[in-house]
């Protein structure tokens, strides 16, 4: 069963660990790190225009969610302007975290976690983290006590437009997939795209990582087939899986996450990125695994409300020890960049008490760029 979290102040995004600081944006960040005001954004070509052109400071909630990867969310903003995505999708990506609470667990001694709406834009990194590591979770709970094993599967690089690249991707995994060799020995399976830019040789490498359950593979095969039906290319892996713990490493590492830094910092390539990646599938599903639940609900019975983020925020800039132990609670990261932005005198609670039954968690920056996922 599907949890679709709806874009409202009142819905809170989906259970899941931590990944390390590898997998993310390290870079030192700005005075401010997630404005996006005109000072930032002017010196950006523009192909339309947008109602979100020119917008001032965000709310430190927003600062809060997006804190560990500003830099690249602020090109990644610029791309969606410059390609003119749809102002709808502009807006949710701009206010993703916009809405969040602070939810406390029913056991004793209580723990703490931040929920809110979220934009689930597939360029949003938050949101891509959250939403793989809720995959891992499903997927090793599915497979406990069977075989699987992880390839990887190549094209040949080709000066062609990544469009083309990924058409010819997919279009030469489904043929594989029809292939008797495919069907006698895989059941079901799971594959996650990963796009990579050479600066070197200027050509796109689009490859999948897929999960597979079944019978043995021979490598001599596999390659055979696969150069079979890709006309250009026999580069493949292939591992088993022995310990079953890794499978939810792989999942985490490769899964909805279309942003790769070899290409983040170049505004034509991410342009084309974006373009390219619209209505395509970032995990494929297949076999037995087609359905295979993507998302983790959150169980209202064992969380509470406690307070909007925000007020937390107001309350803990004038000294609220009871705010500051929550805070703290959620992240060892530096507070003061949004305790500053804190009105001279707390203001009364005024956020709706959310659904409880459509939280989900978010997570959180640590202060070494670690994104702590809920677990």
């Not at 087609?290 to 800039?317: C, I, M, N, T």
Request: proline share 7%; charged share 25%.
């Amino acid at each position: 069963m599907f949890l679709t979290v709806p874009h409202m102040p009142d819905a809170l995004p989906a259970v899941v660990g931590t990944l390390p600081a590898s997998c993310y944006d390290q870079e030192p960040e700005e005075s401010d790190p997630t404005s996006l005001d005109s000072a930032e954004t002017e010196s950006q070509p523009t192909r339309c225009a947008s109602a979100f052109d020119h917008i001032g400071r965000q709310p430190a909630t927003v600062s809060f969610r997006h804190s560990g990867w500003a830099r690249t969310r602020r090109a990644v903003y610029d791309s969606l302007r410059r390609t003119c995505q749809p102002p709808h999708r502009q807006y949710e990506f701009l206010h993703c975290g916009a809405h969040a609470y602070v939810v406390k667990s029913t056991d004793d001694p209580p723990r703490y976690k931040l929920a809110g709406s979220s934009c689930h834009d597939r360029f949003c990194l938050p949101c891509a983290n959250e939403r793989s590591r809720a995959i891992a979770l499903n997927v090793a709970d599915a497979t406990k006590g069977k075989t699987l094993r992880f390839l990887t599967l190549t094209v040949r690089s080709q000066r062609e437009s990544l469009a083309n690249r990924l058409d010819h991707l997919y279009n030469s995994f489904q043929k594989l997939r029809r292939r008797r060799f495919w069907t006698k020995r895989v059941t079901g399976g799971m594959a996650f795209l990963e796009v990579k830019w050479s600066s070197v040789s200027q050509r796109w490498h689009p490859h999948f990582h897929v999960l597979v359950e079944g019978r043995y593979l021979p490598y001599a095969e596999l390659r055979k087939y696969w150069y079979a039906v890709t006309a250009d290319s026999h580069v493949i892996d292939i591992r088993l899986i022995r310990d079953h713990r890794k499978c939810t490493q792989y999942v985490t590492k490769y899964c909805s996450k279309p942003l790769n830094k070899t290409f983040t910092r170049l505004p034509e390539q991410l342009d084309e990125c974006v373009e390219a990646l619209k209505g395509r599938k970032l995990v494929v599903t297949f076999g037995d695994w087609r359905g295979l639940v993507v998302a983790r609900k959150l169980d209202g019975e064992k969380w509470e409300y406690v307070d909007s983020l925000q007020h937390l925020f107001e309350r803990a800039a004038h000294q609220d020890a009871e705010a500051l132990a929550i805070l703290r609670a959620l992240t060892d990261a530096p507070l003061t960049p949004f305790l500053i932005r804190a009105p001279p005198e707390p203001k009364p609670a005024t956020a709706p008490v959310p659904n409880q039954k459509q939280q989900t968690l978010f997570g959180t920056w640590e202060r070494n760029g670690t994104f702590r996922l809920p677990e």
